[in-house]
């Protein structure tokens, strides 16, 4: 590992503009009516949540990228030099999963012209060990709930400022995961 690299989570998926649709209140007699068009369109979503390896006091840094349709190896380089600008060019380790797209040809070439960034794997089949999937959870599940299109924009700006603000929520992404990035130092 690089000295003094950020520990990088990255994830990106796609989801329906059709409305996620939870519970609400309303006054008695008077049900809330959410009205979309039907269509089957959809939108993509790439986050990545960093921590310090070194410093904890630097605090989570959070990237978080947009776009219409699928995520495919051109659109992830665009996301990843985004999360270059984010992080100002220093040392990071992406730990992301094993999509076909993040270990193409391509995208290895890629990432070997690099030399601000190293690519881990997370084991198959290991979703808990992401916090992105913890972040974009809450987004979903929040502010993005009963909205006539996920794909909202200024909702999508919301979440993250609410999230950003809150400087326990990215750390407590982290330790739902179980993994540690900075050990205890033992007692003498």
């Not at 986050?47 to 630097?58: K, Q």
Request: charged residues 25%; positive net charge.
């Amino acid at each position: 590992m690089k000295k003094r690299a950020w520990i990088v989570f990255f994830d990106e998926s796609g989801v329906s503009r059709l409305p996620q649709v939870r519970r609400t209140y309303a006054p008695r007699g008077r049900t809330p009516m959410l009205r979309h068009r039907l269509n089957w369109k959809r939108a993509g979503m790439a986050a990545a949540l960093g921590y310090h390896a070194t410093d904890p006091g630097r605090g989570p840094r959070l990237c978080f990228h947009l776009k219409p349709g699928s995520y495919n190896t051109t659109s992830l380089i665009e996301a990843l030099e985004q999360v270059k600008t984010c992080y100002a060019g220093e040392p990071v380790v992406l730990v992301w999963d094993g999509l076909s797209a993040h270990w193409s040809r391509r995208m290895r070439a890629w990432a070997a012209d690099q030399d601000w960034l190293t690519l881990e794997r997370l084991p198959a089949y290991a979703p808990e060990l992401n916090p992105v999937e913890l972040l974009r959870s809450s987004i979903k599940t929040r502010e993005l709930a009963n909205l006539a299109d996920v794909a909202d924009a200024e909702a999508t700006e919301r979440s993250i400022h609410r999230i950003c603000s809150n400087e326990q929520l990215p750390w407590s992404f982290l330790t739902h995961t179980g993994l540690i990035i900075h050990p205890q130092q033992p007692q003498n």
